[in-house]
T-cell receptor, first 113, second 116 residues
Framework: DADVTQTPRNRITKTGKRIMLECSQTKGHDRMYWYRQDPGLGLRLIYY???????NKGEISDGYSVSRQAQAKFSLSLESAIPNQTALYFC????????????FGQGTRLTVV | GDSVTQMEGPVTLSEEAFLTINCTYT??????LFWYVQYPGEGLQLLLK?????DKGSNKGFEATYRKETTSFHLEKGSVQVSDSAVYFC???????????????FGQGTILTVHP
């Protein structure tokens, strides 16, 4: 099994619908992240969490919310999906030291129609 | 703010050709530098890293040297293989008073295609 698991892997939803993307990890890491990948833009940070009680906005948090249900689970919600939120979403974890690698899930491809 | 700029892609090479993907950065603090690779249909995985000036990261035949004077971290490989076809991302992480730990700033990614 993968260390960082994202569900669903693919999702098509309609404009205005609420959708939740889920991430779970078996790495035992405290820090978890949600990134969004768009062609030509690389990955951009949406939200990050340093522990269950610590949630922080990233550079593109508008239109998104998150929930850290446990050390191992970090969910991303789109409260009212819009077409320009169509993207590839990645969850990642890290130990937290700045030179330690981040571990990524396989991604969720979200299409908003 | 922090930023990473990668050379424009896509890059198409023949097998055994030499590869360079340029990466430059700006950072408010003293960054650690990374190259991540994304194979088709997969998440990103760390390829190599360097944490201080003049450090050389290396893995799977790829190398990159942390050049503080030119704020660069160019990726090189002497002889590419078809299996190296992927998207390559340069990234940095800066410790700015403890709140930036682990947060990565990515370049836009460079698509590499290697033909037999």
């Amino acid at each position: 099994d993968a260390d960082v698991t994202q569900t669903p892997r693919n999702r098509i939803t309609k404009t205005g619908k609420r959708i939740m993307l889920e991430c779970s990890q078996t790495k035992g890491h405290d820090r978890m992240y949600w990134y969004r990948q768009d062609p030509g833009l690389g990955l951009r940070l949406i939200y990050y969490s340093f522990d269950v009680k610590d949630i922080n906005k990233g550079e593109i948090s508008d239109g998104y919310s998150v929930s850290r249900q446990a050390q191992a689970k970090f969910s991303l919600s789109l409260e009212s999906a819009i077409p320009n939120q169509t993207a590839l979403y990645f969850c990642a974890t890290s130990v937290g030291v700045e030179d330690t690698e981040a571990f990524f899930g396989q991604g969720t491809r979200l299409t908003v129609v | 703010g922090d930023s990473v700029t990668q050379m424009e892609g896509p890059v198409t090479l023949s097998e055994e050709a030499f590869l360079t993907i340029n990466c430059t950065y700006t950072a408010t603090g003293y960054p650690s530098l990374f190259w991540y690779v994304q194979y088709p249909g997969e998440g990103l995985q760390l390829l190599l890293k360097a944490t201080k000036a003049d450090d050389k990261g290396s893995n799977k035949g790829f190398e990159a040297t942390y050049r503080k004077e030119t704020t660069s971290f160019h990726l090189e490989k002497g002889s590419v293989q078809v299996s190296d076809s992927a998207v390559y991302f340069c990234a940095l992480s800066v410790n700015a008073g403890g709140t930036s730990y682990g947060k990565l700033t990515f370049g836009q990614g460079t698509i590499l295609t290697v033909h037999p």
